[in-house]
């Protein structure tokens, strides 16, 4: 029963885990606040992995793992207001956000 | 106190790992196969975000915890769910591709789980016995007025163009 103790594999495993299913949803969505939804996933699922690490691996600056985090987190942030400002504007336009209707570049 | 040792030595923090870890595969994997309404999305993955969270407090990031209960379930998810109330009529749509780009899809993203927990199994990790000192709001807070200053300024400055260019653009002309 070793396996049931968590360590650091049990978390960069179920990081991965989220990170695989955010990009299935990224790649599967056409609603563009469905694709920004999945990226948070994804970033989620790195944000474990880095804390993890920073609480597992054997360093001199143990706290790094942490403040990328919160970097990611703060990146998070201003991505999402602006996606959801972008999304917001091209419903006023086009009166849809999927995706794959939004070929106004297209040649 | 929690965290001055190590959760996983005990019967309870074991537990509390894995209901955490399956709730939160179970809800980013309703999230993304079998619901379709935007709402219901957003709700599975707040979820999944407080399911983090918690990782994060078993981790010893106390600090990590509150920001990311703050930040994403707080803040974020407020946000996305405005976004989608502001834009009716996309809420039910089925909002997927076709099937043969859902099938590479699920490939690739297949691939990407399959090739990196064959890493994380198989590498040979340098793992540290001793614990983060808790609580760590002190040192955190103390490396981004030293260590990682630019950083921290080039975030705040990033936070503030992205706020303001976000006011920009979803204005009414």
């Known amino acids: 029963m070793e396996f049931l103790i968590p360590g650091l594999r049990h978390f960069l495993v179920l990081g991965s885990i989220l990170f695989s299913l955010g990009m299935y949803g990224v790649l599967s969505r056409r609603n563009a606040i469905g694709i920004l939804l999945s990226i948070e996933l994804m970033l989620n699922g790195v944000n474990l992995l880095m804390v993890a690490f920073a609480r597992y691996i054997n360093s001199d600056q143990p706290l790094a793992g942490q403040m990328f985090a919160i970097f990611i987190i703060t990146q998070a942030a201003a991505e ?14 086009r009166r849809t956000i999927q995706v794959d209707q939004l070929d106004l570049m297209k040649g | 106190m929690l965290g001055t040792t190590d959760p996983f030595t005990t019967f309870v923090g074991s537990v509390a790992f894995w209901i955490t870890a399956i709730a939160s595969i179970a809800a980013a994997y309703m999230m993304v196969f079998s619901i379709r309404n935007l709402i219901r999305s957003a709700l599975a993955l707040t979820t999944v975000l407080g399911g983090v969270a918690l990782m994060y407090a078993l981790l010893g990031a106390d600090f990590l915890a509150v920001a990311q209960l703050v930040v994403y379930v707080g803040a974020i998810m407020v946000l996305i769910i405005f976004a989608i109330f502001m834009t009716p009529g996309q809420i039910d749509v089925p909002g997927l591709v076709g099937a043969g780009q859902r099938l590479g899809a699920l490939v690739v993203s297949l691939a990407v789980l399959v090739i990196s927990v064959w890493v994380v199994i198989f590498t040979p990790w340098h793992l540290s016995d001793s614990l983060l000192d808790i609580p760590t709001a002190e040192s955190i807070g103390g490396l981004m007025l030293t260590r990682y200053v630019l950083p921290f300024e080039i975030a705040s400055l990033l936070l503030t163009v992205a706020l303001i260019g976000a006011i920009v653009i979803a204005r009414e002309e």
């Open chain 1, 80 to 93: 999402a207001a602006v996606g959801l400002a972008i999304i917001i504007a091209v419903y006023r336009q």
